[in-house]
């Protein structure tokens, strides 16, 4: 029975093909000799006959004079909507039949014409006139007709956006307007939900990804934010443990100094002390003479003279002078380690590598001179003859031989002797002839210079891509510090005053290896590495 079945629905599926497409029929009519086909298929062929004045049906051949009218076969319609849609559990559509008054019994299909649905009892005994269209079983089939004829809505009218009747199509407010069958139109509309759907599903792709590239970011920035205050806290516990050393020394130094001073002091008071006595006596024994009538007992007494007493050897003054003087020296030596130690906890918290740069000689311009110890830029007047190479720049520049493609490295530059001047970083495929090829005038580098407007005033400028961000002039330039983060893409600077001052910080996503780079308009610049604490 099941074999039996099978072969039925298949021998049924075949029926149902247009013999034009070989696919299930998609609006069915039929011509006057009773043979169907989709309507689309067999317009087209009805017209590819129209130039010949002959019309054939073509499964039978049969010929007409005249373009054949086109009937739609209801029945066939129905039959093929209900092959292609499969019915739905009855129990679960929620839609009970409209004539089974006393009962809850499940609609098996929905009249559209009747605007009625029904079970399979009343099924059996409805109407099967075309004009009654049955469908899946719906709440709401009064939606499915013309509102102003009350007919099956057949076609979709592509001007006005609407779904019409024939009547409409024919004789209303759409007569003459492109109509499309509803099938049609609907695959239409579901092509182009699907390309916007496309599109969608791309765009939240791409900001799921964006979303977790953030994410990511955020992650690492909280744990390098971590990792700082790690090193931070351990820096300034380290710091706490200097200064509580240093403060132990320096006031056991004051301190002792002070019990030296004492002393020194209380001898004197002694020796003082003694003094004064001995000269309280020889007061008394001058003023005893001074009173004494007896000319010969004054006269045989012995002159007294200057006094001086043998115990001291130096003059109280001088003593005095020696126990005030405080050696303040050894003290502010002492102290003065203290902006050491502030430098080595600044560049132990920001900075990783210290590297040592060398100018490349190969690309340096011919009017730029390198120093016997590679460290050195300096302008001229005159170019220098050396060979032509593609990776020498022809005006003012020069490459550092070591480029940076990870990791996490400082170096400073000395531009005191030049007037005019660039300092930043570069790719190796940054053009190397032209304005283009200068820091910071293009995509490929980045820099900080010195330059002057058309009223010679000094501005100090970032520089990016020809795009300048203008920097305070208040600050010292003369040294300068370049930090580089590769992974992280960020590309800072900073002015080595007192206070260091934070400059400019460039932030991109570098692409290639990054080079130092110098531009020298004027004088000579100077390229140096530091040294500094590593990252705990």
Not at 412 to 430: A, F, N, Q, T
């Amino acid at each position: 029975m099941q074999s039996l079945g099978m072969a039925s629905l298949h021998d049924l599926r075949k029926e149902l093909d247009c013999s034009i497409c070989l696919n299930i029929y998609t609006d069915p009519v039929n011509l006057r000799c009773g043979h169907n086909f989709c309507r689309v298929c067999i317009d087209r062929v009805l017209d590819t006959q129209e130039g010949s004045g002959i019309y054939t049906c073509p499964e039978c051949r049969e010929e007409s004079l005249e373009r054949p009218a086109l009937q739609r076969n209801v029945t066939l319609c129905n039959i093929v909507g209900s092959f292609l849609s499969p019915q739905p559990d009855q129990e679960e559509t929620g839609i009970f039949c409209s004539y089974c008054i006393h009962s809850h019994v499940p609609a098996a299909r929905s009249c559209l014409h009747c605007e009625a649905s029904l079970c399979d009892n009343h099924l059996r005994v409805h109407s099967k006139s075309a004009e009654h269209v049955l469908s899946d079983p719906t709440t709401s089939p009064g939606k499915r007709k013309c509102p102003v004829h009350k007919k099956i809505l057949e076609y979709y009218c592509t001007k006005d956006a609407v779904c019409i009747c024939v009547s409409c199509s024919l004789a209303g407010i759409h007569r003459g307007h492109q109509v499309e069958m509803l099938d049609v139109a609907s695959e239409n509309k579901k092509m182009k939900l699907r390309n916007v759907l496309q599109k969608l599903t791309t765009e939240r792709e791409e900001s799921e990804k964006r979303v977790q590239s953030l994410q990511e970011l955020r992650k690492d920035y909280r744990k390098k934010a971590e990792d700082v205050k790690d090193r931070v806290t351990d820096l300034f516990i380290d710091l706490m443990r200097h200064l509580e050393d240093l403060e132990k020394r320096v006031l056991s130094e004051i301190s002792r100094q002070d019990a030296h001073a004492s002393l020194s002091i209380s001898d004197l008071i002694q020796l003082l002390e003694i003094k004064k006595d001995e000269l309280s006596r020889k007061m008394r024994h001058i003023e005893e003479l001074c009173n004494m009538s007896d000319p010969v007992t004054v006269l045989q007494e012995p002159d007294i003279g200057d006094f001086h007493y043998l115990g001291y050897k130096k003059r109280p003054s001088e003593r005095i002078h020696d126990a005030r003087s405080l050696d303040v020296g050894f003290i502010s030596g002492t102290l003065s380690s203290l902006s050491n130690l502030i430098t080595g906890i600044y560049t132990g918290i920001y900075f990783q590598e210290t590297t040592d740069l060398f100018l490349d000689f190969d690309t340096a311009a011919t009017n730029i001179n390198i120093s016997d110890a590679m460290k050195t830029a300096s302008w001229l007047s005159m170019s220098q003859y050396r060979p032509e190479k593609p990776e020498r720049f022809k005006r003012d520049q020069v490459f550092s031989i070591k480029s940076f493609s990870s990791g996490e490295h400082y170096w400073e530059v000395d531009v005191s002797k030049s007037d005019l001047w660039r300092v930043g970083v570069g790719y190796p495929s940054i053009e190397r002839r032209g304005d283009l090829s200068y820091i910071g005038s293009n995509n490929k580098s980045w820099g900080l210079c010195k330059q002057k407007d058309w009223c010679s005033t000094v501005q100090y400028l970032a520089r990016h891509a020809c795009k300048d961000i203008q920097l305070p002039s208040n600050i010292s330039y003369v040294r300068l510090r370049i930090c580089l983060d590769y992974e992280a893409g960020q590309l800072s600077f900073y002015s080595l005053c007192d206070p260091i001052r934070h400059l400019h910080t460039f932030t991109a996503t570098f692409a290639e290896p990054l080079h130092a780079m110098l531009c020298v308009y004027s004088g000579s610049i100077k390229i140096s590495g530091g040294t500094v604490s590593k990252k705990k």
